[in-house]
């Protein structure tokens, strides 16, 4: 059963809210796959360290992925006056998206289905 009014409920799930700077990219146009090969590179490492390695990587997700980083940082340094030499990213991760189905013509009328995955990149940062 409950355990508790419904609003006594809303408040206790608040009061836990993280306050860690983060910054979200919804529906972006690449696959979990693709984007977490990035993500695995900068994980736990310092935004400097991370930024470097994101402006150097030729796949296509590291350009979003360092817009992402920049956005983190900003967020941080504005938001919660944090200092940006002292910031590491704590958490970064892809969530599956939306995925849009394209249809492409073959021989003898069949059609072969052409999924284009997006997805949800969230990067959180942390003060050391």
């Given amino acids: 059963m409950a355990k508790g009014h419904r ?9 836990v809210k993280d ?27 310092d935004v400097e360290t991370a930024l470097a390695i994101v402006r150097y990587n030729p796949r296509y997700a590291s350009s ?7 956005s983190a940082v900003a ?30 013509p073959r021989a003898q009328g069949r059609a072969y289905r052409i999924e284009k995955r997006t997805s949800h990149i969230t990067v959180v940062l942390d003060e050391r």
């Fill in 7 to 15: 609003s006594q409920i809303k408040r206790e799930r608040n009061e």
């Fill in 64 to 70: 979003l992925i360092e817009k992402l980083l920049k």
């Fill in 19 to 45: 306050t860690r700077p983060s910054a979200k990219l919804s529906y972006a146009r690449v696959s979990v796959q693709k984007a977490c090969f990035v993500l695995d590179a900068i994980r736990g490492k």
């Fill in 75 to 104: 967020n941080a340094e504005n938001n919660n006056g944090m200092k940006a030499e002292n910031l590491y990213v704590a958490e970064c991760y892809a969530n599956k998206g939306p995925t849009m189905k394209r249809i492409h």
